[in-house]
Every structure is written in C-alpha cells, then in structure tokens.
C-alpha cells in the first residue's frame, strides 16, 4: 500500500512538473523612450500595427509625475508611483536620493517585477537590455539573469542578444525587457515631432518587425506576451510638465490571455505594468505597498 501511494504521489508531482514546463510563460517587453501620442499617431508603424492588431492598444495611458525617464521606467517595472518607489528625478541612486521608498530589500532597492518573479516563478529568467546608462540604477541586479548595456544609441546589439536569451531559455518562464533611448534624444536634439524624431520611431518599428521575423522563425513568437511601453512624451525639445504632449503616451499588449479588443479607452496608468505582467505569470499576491491594477478591459479572464 505505501510503495502504491509513493508511486502516485511520483506521477502526480511529474504531472505538475510538466504542466508547469508546458505552461512557461514568456513575457517581452518593447521599451521606446519618449514615444508620445502624437507621434504615435503621425510615424508609419507597420510592424507594431501588425503584432498588437490582435491585442490591445490604449494612447491616453498616463505617465506618472514627473514626466521624465527614471521615475517612470521605474514606475512600469515596480506597480508603483515615486511617492511609493522614491525615484522622483534621473538622478536617483541606491545611495544618493531624496525620498526613502515606502520598502527595501537588503541591498536598498524598492521591490521590482523581477524580484517578484524570482521569488513567485520556478526556473524563471529574467534580461534587462538598455542604451540609457542611468536606467539600471534603480533595479536590483541580482534579480537579473543577464544585463546588457549598449552605448552610444545603438541597440542592434541588444536585440541580438535578447533573442540569443530567448532561444536559450525557451522552455523556461522568461521575462525580457528591451529599452532604446534612441526616440526620447530625437526628440531632444530635433524637437519631438520633427522629421529626425518620427524617422527614429519608424527605425524602431523596422528592428522590432526584424526581431519578431526572427523569433517567428524559431517558434519563439507562439505563446510570447509582448508589451510596447514608454515612459512619457515631449514638447519643442523636452519633457518633464504636465501638457497632454507630455503626459499622454501609448500603451499596447498582446498574447494568449489577451483580449483581442483592438484601440480601447481605458484607464491606464505606466503604475499598472507590472501587475499586468504579475497576471500574466498567475501571481496573485503581490506586494502590498504596490499601488498599480489590473486595467479593465485587457485580459480574457
């Protein structure tokens, strides 16, 4: 009678080893700094407008206060605004800042969706990619499986590798987040909404329609979830107020557990991110101090 327990308790502890395996979830994240509204509407997209056709679009989303690049990448990443994370300007870091976060881990860093996979999801990898030196500073490496940074604005680099990571962990739970600056300093140096600012919005939706082809034709695209983030937008040749250039961005997502709803007006915050991603890996409890939701209107179920 035990050896005939035992035997159960090895098939039904298989069973779950293998549901989980079949249920890995990959979540990709298309971070464009700077990307407004206007400029959205205005730049030709042909490869976005493809990938979250059978998703879900909003471009009223909300960045949070203020409108620059540190508070609100943060922001994304942590369910959270700068009254609760304490990233209030670019400069922030681990060491030097003006507004303690509401929670810490040992090493000083506000609680990102990366620790919360590392500690909720079995086997889980997680990547970080960027061009924007300062953007790391307030995320926990040791929750990041893999780093990368590329300078100088470029980023084919790193969309090699992301692909490399996904190739490599395509049977494991994988989170990548994959970031250009190169569309917030367009706009910098020419003005958002000139002709170099769209020109480099229409770049990056060349490189995505390339990465996506490629992943395609590994099969890597097939049950994927792909995010396109931002953190704020722009007027003459910055940011960082409160005008609807600034403070209105686009917002999109598509996958297996997305509604297939098409441009929706929801009500949406850069705040909300995380939890979506948290949903998306079957996360129910999440950090009590996180201020983000679910946004209606987004998931099947």
């Excluded at 990619?129 to 980023?155: G, M």
Aim: no cysteine.
């Amino acid at each position: 009678m035990k050896l005939r327990k035992l035997a159960a308790v090895a098939i039904l502890s298989l069973l779950a080893f293998n549901s989980h395996a079949q249920k890995a979830e990959r979540v990709l994240i298309l971070g464009l700094d700077g990307f407004s509204t206007a400029g959205f509407k205005t730049a030709k997209h042909p490869h976005i407008d493809t990938l979250f056709s059978s998703g879900v679009l909003s471009i009223t989303t909300r960045p949070v206060m203020p409108s620059v690049t540190l508070p609100n990448w943060t922001s994304h990443l942590t369910g959270s605004g700068p009254e609760e994370h304490g990233v209030t300007a670019n400069d922030w870091t681990v060491s030097k800042h003006s507004l303690e976060p509401l929670a810490k881990d040992a090493a000083g860093y506000y609680p990102s969706v990366f620790q919360l996979l590392k500690e909720n999801v079995r086997d889980v990898k997680t990547a970080f990619y960027y061009n924007w030196a300062e953007l790391i500073n307030a995320f926990n490496p040791q929750y990041l499986d893999e780093v990368s940074f590329e300078a100088n604005d470029a980023y084919t680099d790193n969309y090699n590798k992301a692909l490399a990571f996904m190739k490599a962990n395509r049977k494991q739970p994988t989170l990548v987040f994959l970031y250009s600056v190169h569309t917030d300093h367009a706009g910098h140096k020419n003005e958002w909404m000139s002709a170099p600012y769209i020109q480099a919005i229409e770049a990056a939706d060349s490189a995505i329609g390339n990465l996506l082809a490629r992943m395609q034709a590994e099969g890597l695209d097939k049950g994927t979830h792909f995010l396109l983030i931002t953190d704020h937008g722009g007027k003459g040749h910055g940011h960082g107020g409160v005008s609807m250039d600034e403070m209105q961005v686009p917002w999109a997502i598509t996958g297996p557990q997305i509604k297939q709803a098409g441009l929706v007006n929801i009500y949406n915050s850069n705040k909300n991110t995380s939890q979506v991603i948290a949903k998306i890996f079957g996360i129910k409890t999440l950090p009590e101090f996180w201020t983000g939701v679910v946004p209606a209107g987004v998931f099947k179920k």
